[in-house]
């Protein structure tokens, strides 16, 4: 069974004690992409992991996968109702766990990823679903080709079950931007989930998946990770194709990974990185095996992070970020110091700077990509008599109000005599900004912050204030602006809902040392004591596998 979720009666009681653990050995690392089985001895224990339990329960024919799927299934028809996570629900998921049950029968070899369940956002494209970015502009639409991080899922063996809603096109931080519906956090139904990425959060915070896909422009899979309570990896730009992911903002866009566990997360990036040809901007470095830092428990010293230098960054908990965070976040920070770390604040003067930036290019961007849904090229054609009235009608009914205002603003920004008063300089802001992370990072192995300035709040609170709503992605879009990797993982509560409400910690590393932010991570949250992030929704119901 799962643990009714009990947090403590104050912030106070997070503090936490350090284990008293066995002296840490030598590590073997896990073949995470071999279809041999894992041997986990020196590996995080299986309970952490829905991924390497899946695997093992499957191999040792303790469950079927469709077995398997069948219980997701079940939880997810009776959660969609008060949540409404997914746009679109596979009705093959039965059928490929069939499938994979006749391989096991027959003793033949399956990927690392067989029988997991993935939940893929509606602006990663899937061939044989539909992928509509949260747009009316795109209703009905199922691309003829997958997304590469789909086709590599799908090739290690993974199961997508569906579709997950989001702000349309990826603009938004609630959600409440899809043009379908609104979804709704699993720790309290009357609140929003976060966005752009809000329906992966919840699909996996509600266990309907068990690992899913979002994509992250300026903090879209960290918010809703952070307001969901689970963990949310963004990585370095550059680390995960962009192929098959409807754009955005090209040079902030990155697909991301949600799970319940660092090393869930870590395992699904493992999986989806890598050089692809088909992007131009992926990058050729070789993918390191992240998953070697999953170490058992078992196996830490009393101080497994002793040396580690993490810097606070001071401007996250200036006047404006709630009390129940900046208390979760502090004391955070203790239990990284009693893990060993030496925990220091660090200003970064440019941090306010990045929000106004970030507006402005990612605006900018989107005027740019979003020229190609004009009812001819792409997108749903309204009638017309003639070719301009066609244009402006399938454009003023296919997109939602937020799109239009950064299309417009976008536009606004690179006009002629205004270019270089807006665009220009917030690129200038954004060079900026990478050399203040790059000064700190160079000091610091990590540097962590709040990933949001407060938890979850009530649907429709900001839907109407979008510089409100703009506010809430401070914490996030310096680390796009950066192209930097940044891992947020539950740490605490804050006051709200039946339960509290969920507190994420965003840890920010240098590019592409994405394997060090999970190492950490996963010693973090295998140490966190007297937390257990199970929403109050499934909180009595029993355990997928």
């Not at 997508?160 to 959600?175: A, I, Q, R």
């Not at 050729?284 to 058992?296: T, W």
């Not at 008599?385 to 066609?390: A, F, G, T, V």
């Not at 300089?425 to 610091?444: G, N, W, Y």
Request: aromatic fraction near 6%; charged fraction near 20%; hydrophobic fraction near 35%.
């Amino acid at each position: 069974m799962l643990s009714t979720l009990q947090p403590p009666r104050s912030l106070s009681h997070f503090r936490t004690k350090p284990l008293l653990l066995r002296r840490h050995t030598s590590l073997k690392p896990l073949s995470s992409l071999s279809s041999q089985p894992v041997t986990h001895s020196t590996l995080t224990d299986q309970s952490q992991s829905q991924i390497l339990s899946t695997r093992d329960s499957l191999l040792s024919r303790q469950i079927t996968a469709a077995e398997l799927a069948e219980s997701f299934l079940a939880r997810l028809r009776r959660t969609e109702p008060h949540l409404r996570s997914f746009l679109h629900v596979s009705d093959a998921v039965l059928t490929q766990a069939r499938d994979l049950d006749d391989k096991l029968r027959r003793n033949e070899e399956v990927g690392p990823l067989a029988g997991v369940l993935v939940a893929v956002k509606d602006n990663i494209c899937t061939a044989e679903m539909p992928s509509t970015a949260g747009s009316r502009v795109l209703e009905g639409y199922t691309p003829p080709y997958d997304a590469t991080a789909v086709r590599k899922i799908k090739e290690l063996g993974g199961i997508v079950v569906g579709k997950t809603n989001l702000d349309e096109f990826g603009m938004g931080s609630t959600t409440e931007g899809s043009a379908f519906q609104v979804t709704a956090n699993p720790w309290d139904t009357t609140r929003v989930p976060g966005g752009s990425s809000g329906g992966s959060a919840a699909a996996v915070s509600a266990r309907q998946s068990m690992v899913s896909l979002g994509s992250d422009t300026g903090g879209s899979v960290r918010q809703p990770a952070s307001f969901c309570g689970v963990v949310g990896l963004k990585p370095t730009y550059g680390r995960v194709s962009r192929f098959g992911l409807m754009a955005y903002a090209s040079s902030l866009d990155v697909i991301g990974c949600f799970g319940t566990s660092v090393a869930d997360a870590g395992i699904l990036l493992h999986a989806i990185s890598g050089h692809d040809r088909l992007d131009a901007t992926s990058s050729k470095r070789e993918v390191p095996d992240l998953a070697s830092q999953f170490v058992s428990i078992s196996l830490l010293q009393s101080k497994p992070l002793k040396g580690l230098k993490i810097g606070l960054i001071r401007e996250t908990l200036d006047d404006g970020v709630d009390i129940g965070v900046t208390s979760a976040i502090r004391t955070a920070a203790l239990h990284l110091e009693e893990l060993g770390c030496s925990v220091t604040e660090v200003s970064l003067p440019s941090f306010s700077l990045g929000l106004p930036a970030y507006y402005v290019i990612a605006s900018s961007e989107s005027s740019s990509n979003l020229s190609r849904y004009d009812g001819l090229r792409y997108g749903n054609q309204v009638a017309a008599d003639e070719l301009n009235s066609q244009y402006m009608d399938s454009r003023a009914k296919g997109f939602g109000s937020e799109v239009k205002r950064r299309i417009l603003t976008g536009t606004y920004a690179l006009s002629a005599g205004y270019y270089d008063a807006y665009y220009k300089r917030a690129q200038q802001v954004r060079t900026i900004i990478r050399k203040s992370f790059k000064a700190a990072l160079d000091e610091h192995d990590i540097l962590i912050s709040p990933a949001a300035p407060s938890a979850a709040y009530k649907i429709g609170e900001k839907k109407n204030d979008p510089l409100a709503m703009y506010a809430g992605d401070i914490m996030t879009v310096n680390v796009n602006l950066a192209g930097l990797p940044a891992l947020v993982l539950p740490c605490g509560y804050a006051e709200g809902g039946s339960a509290g409400l969920p507190v994420g910690l965003q840890m920010i590393g240098a590019a592409f040392d994405e394997e060090k932010l999970l190492g950490v991570g996963h010693i973090f949250e295998q140490t966190l004591q007297n937390c257990r992030f199970v929403p109050p929704l499934i909180a009595d119901e029993d355990k997928p596998c």
